[in-house]
């Protein structure tokens, strides 16, 4: 379960402050609290002269002394805000005690030390327990150089700052330490004093202690010099750190040593078995390693940042378009995301090996590949859309180390609140800023019903916790609305189910769960609008090969139909009847569009799918398509502005609880450009051009609201504006569609993605 969580303050503190140790953390604190805080006075404490003064010429301090009481005797400690304890975490006892005698009643005392517990210890030697004004802080900083010197007032901004309270100490005290860091624009989190020791030298005190041994082991080698003249990139990166000062980090290994001996050997022994692979040339076994160190580091960055997997991917990325141009030629968009996800899911519970073709590297899909890896399963890639999945069985999931980051996917924690609700294990499921507005309440609710404890957080929104070992019922549920993602969420968990699990729904939504599940082999009955199983099977693997994503391509036909000129096919699209409402929309609309090369993949029907431009009209949509296209509203908005007439949407309320509210957010951005449009609850009216060539959406500014499938949709209406068209907040586009823009420019449009 999780052990950190976020801390928000806006208060502005302290007045007067004193810095204990005055090397690059002390130094870099005492400047970005000039800089960023309401502080008057800063005074400096170092028992070496020689950095005092260099300090005070800098301007890091108004005024230094040798030694705590020295300082004592010349301030008054009734004036003293905060004191930042910057000294080697040996010498916390000596300079506790001297703190605790001279501190002001209303002082508050922080430190910056890498090691929490050795503070907590040194506190108790020295005071006989926790004070209440002690804060043990830490700021994720620092530099290869040291001294005063070195310091610098952005140090910490974007960086994070841990707070490790513990239950002696002052509520108050940690709101103001909190708030001293957050005004240096440090990101500041809580955790566990414990829990921060262990994760600290698995992540920092591990990669120094390799670093240091490293370069010292080349060092000895007779040929050091010639190793050292043609090391690469790589080398440098990694033994950087090693240019660290070696007394402040002999001192954190000794007062962290049982936690960095532990992520010590667990190093070891994953050492020893690449070494394995290695002499025996085991090369499965070393590309499984890799690739899933090469995943995990990606995942784990987007965790960090709460950013995507993709490394060009900036949270103030925008797109540009400029009027003009026409889509022609032939396009495979990625592969159906729906699919994949479910692909690693099965592919993951079945026994055997899967192999997959046409997997999306997208950062939804990514986020279940990376969530199986974190329960136990080898999985393999991807590669050019390749993925192997090694099965560990119905029951083989292990249980995760760590909470189960799920970025911006929906269908991921919705799908996956099913499947683990009845593991033996607890878990919890998070996911980005985005994510953890979206309701989950829909699935928590049913999954209750069948026995499941899980919490959600306030209003029913993310993150899940899931406590394990709980036996689910198989139970009939009718759902209130359609929704695919409840449905599989409630089928998967009944495969853990005794008895039969069935689901009703009120009207058709995709059945990709139930044909991959009877793809793997379980048994899966529908008689009208109810689909059933029963609980305690198996699933045996299979090959899959995942169709294009009939949602990427709809950006593409409503590119093709709403353009002049334009005649574009898009090959090997999945073209499921419960997938296909936006075909038959389109066709209703007037727009000129075929199948051709008809099929079944898998037990997934594909087709080519053919567009050519010709004017279209406003329709009232059907409301029994309106769940067989609920992705692909946004982009038929803008085929909506290019018809001639009105075009009326109801039924659709289901688009208000997506990424984004997907009827409100599009209703703004098209009256932005120029387009006449009313909004209601559950649906839109949207006025037609009466152009029929020209143009239709004025130039201006839209903002995707971190929702992809808006900004893609708002890049294809630049084929039919006056002027360029800037779209703001584009990074998520990468959830779905990776390469969007290349394929988009390649096909036609005019389009480019910078950074603003």
Excluded at 46 to 65: H, K, M, W, Y
């Amino acid at each position: 379960m999780s052990t950190e969580s976020h801390v928000q303050t806006n208060q502005r503190w302290p007045q007067t402050l004193v810095i204990v140790g005055l090397g690059l953390i002390g130094g870099s604190v005492a400047l970005a609290a000039r800089r960023f805080t309401g502080v008057r006075q800063v005074f400096g404490v170092d028992v070496n002269t020689e950095e005092l003064e260099v300090a005070r010429s800098l301007g890091v301090i108004d005024q230094g002394f040798s030694s705590f009481p020295d300082l004592a005797h010349h301030v008054d400690a009734r004036d003293v805000d905060l004191i930042v304890l910057a000294v080697p975490v040996l010498a916390m006892v000596k300079v506790l005690a001297q703190v605790a005698q001279h501190r002001g009643p209303s002082t508050v005392v922080t430190d910056v030390g890498s090691c929490k517990a050795v503070l907590r210890d040194a506190a108790v030697d020295a005071l006989g327990s926790m004070p209440p004004w002690l804060v043990p802080g830490h700021p994720i900083a620092g530099a290869e150089r040291s001294g005063v010197r070195a310091a610098k007032a952005d140090l910490f901004c974007q960086h994070k700052v841990i707070v490790t309270p513990t239950a002696e100490t002052d509520p108050q005290a940690v709101d103001q330490v909190s708030a001293f860091w957050a005004s240096m624009d440090a990101e500041v989190l809580s955790m566990a004093l414990e829990r921060h020791d262990q994760v600290l030298a698995q992540t920092s005190h591990l990669p120094h202690l390799l670093a240091f041994s490293l370069v010292d082991t080349l060092a000895r080698q007779d040929e050091r010099c010639e190793i050292f003249r043609y090391a690469a990139g790589g080398f440098r990166d990694f033994t950087r750190i090693a240019a660290s000062d070696p007394t402040m980090w002999r001192d954190i290994f000794l007062a962290n040593r049982s936690a960095t001996l532990d992520a010590l050997d667990q190093f070891l022994e994953g050492v020893y078995r690449v070494r394995e692979a290695v002499a025996t040339g085991d090369g499965d076994a070393m590309m499984t390693t890799f690739t899933r160190a090469k995943s995990a580091r990606d995942y784990f960055t987007a965790l960090l940042n709460k950013t995507a997997y993709q490394p060009m991917n900036k949270q103030d990325l925008v797109f540009i378009t400029t009027p003009g141009g026409r889509v022609q030629g032939r396009a495979r968009v990625p592969g159906d995301k729906s699919i994949s996800h479910r692909s690693i899911m099965l592919g993951a519970l079945a026994n055997g090996t899967t192999h997959i073709q046409g997997f999306l590297e997208g950062e939804d899909a990514l986020a279940t590949l990376q969530t199986f890896r974190d329960l136990g399963v080898q999985i393999e890639g991807p590669n050019a859309g390749r993925v192997t999945v090694h099965g560990v069985g119905i029951n083989g999931l292990k249980a995760p180390s760590k909470p189960l980051y799920l970025g911006n996917s929906g269908t991921s924690m919705r799908l996956l609140a099913g499947l683990l609700s009845a593991q033996p294990f607890d878990c919890e499921l998070t996911g980005d800023t985005s994510l953890s507005k979206r309701p989950m309440g829909r699935v928590a609710e049913p999954l209750r019903l069948m026995g499941a404890q899980l919490e959600t957080a306030e209003d029913g929104r993310p993150p899940l916790k899931l406590k394990g070992g709980t036996p689910l019922k198989g139970m009939h549920y009718d759902l209130p609305m359609a929704s695919a993602q409840v449905k599989s969420c409630l089928l998967l968990a009944g495969l853990w189910a005794e008895g039969e699990t069935s689901v009703t729904e009120p009207a058709p939504t995709r059945d990709h769960t139930e044909r991959m599940l009877q793809g793997f082999g379980y048994q899966v009955s529908r008689e009208g609008s109810t689909v059933r199983l029963q609980g305690g099977g198996q699933l045996e693997a299979c090959d899959i090969d995942i169709p294009a994503d009939i949602s990427s391509a709809t950006f593409f036909m409503v590119a093709a139909a709403i353009t002049p000129g334009s005649d574009l096919v898009l090959e090997h699209v999945g073209v499921n009847p419960t997938r296909d409402g936006v075909i038959h929309i389109l066709r209703l609309m007037g727009a000129d569009l075929t199948l051709s090369n008809e099929t079944v993949v898998g037990g997934e029907p594909v087709a080519d799918i053919r567009v050519r431009y010709t004017p279209m009209k406003g329709v009232d949509i059907p409301l029994d398509q309106v769940p067989l296209a609920i992705d692909e509203f946004p982009a038929l908005f803008v085929a909506a502005a290019c018809a001639q007439g009105v075009t009326r949407l109801r039924g659709a309320e289901e688009l208000r609880v997506k990424e984004s509210d997907r009827i409100q957010v599009m209703a703004e951005g098209l009256q932005a450009l120029g387009v006449a449009c009313t909004v209601y609850e559950d649906g839109i009216d949207i006025v037609g051009t009466s152009e029929v060539t020209g143009a239709v959406f004025t130039q201006g500014c839209v903002h995707s609201h971190e929702d992809h499938r808006i900004a893609m949709s708002f890049a294809v209406a630049g084929l039919r504006a006056q002027g360029a068209i800037k779209i703001e907040d584009c990074a998520n586009v990468a959830t779905s569609f990776p390469g969007f823009v290349e394929l988009a420019t390649h096909l036609g449009l005019k389009l480019e993605a910078k950074l603003d």
